[in-house]
């Protein structure tokens, strides 16, 4: 399983963008499918998760009311629209996918990851 992630830049703060990830290759039922970020420095983080079910979504507080994840199932893609990005929000993203319910906010959990896609914030 492949997962593409793209649509990072650099944009100013207050900015938006919106980030895209495919699966590809072999089946793979994920229940999840996950945003993390990690800036230089620090550690991967959760930003974001949905399931392809119904759609229950599930953020990190840090990004509640601005970012937006959503799938369109007929495009096997899910998205993560950022909005009133902050300087803070800087980081490589990278989305996952993972098999098996619970755990959503752990990296650790997740089996299947992209390549990220760089996010930069400027002030």
């Known amino acids: 399983v492949q997962l593409q992630a793209s649509g990072g830049g650099l944009v100013q703060a207050g900015g938006s963008l919106r980030l895209s990830c495919t699966p590809s290759g072999r089946t793979f039922s994920s229940v999840y499918m996950g945003w993390f970020r990690q800036a230089p420095g620090k550690e991967r983080e959760f930003v974001a998760a949905i399931t392809w079910s119904v759609g229950s979504t599930y953020y990190t507080d840090s990004v509640k009311g601005r970012f937006t994840i959503s799938r369109d199932n007929a495009k096997n893609t899910v998205y993560l629209q950022m909005n009133s990005l902050k300087p803070e929000d800087t980081a490589v993203y990278y989305c996952?996918?993972?098999?098996?319910?619970?755990?959503?906010?752990?990296?650790?959990?997740?089996?299947?990851w992209g390549q990220g896609t760089q996010v930069t914030v400027s002030s």
């Open positions: 996952a996918a993972r098999g098996a319910f619970g755990w959503v906010k752990v990296s650790r959990g997740y089996e299947y």
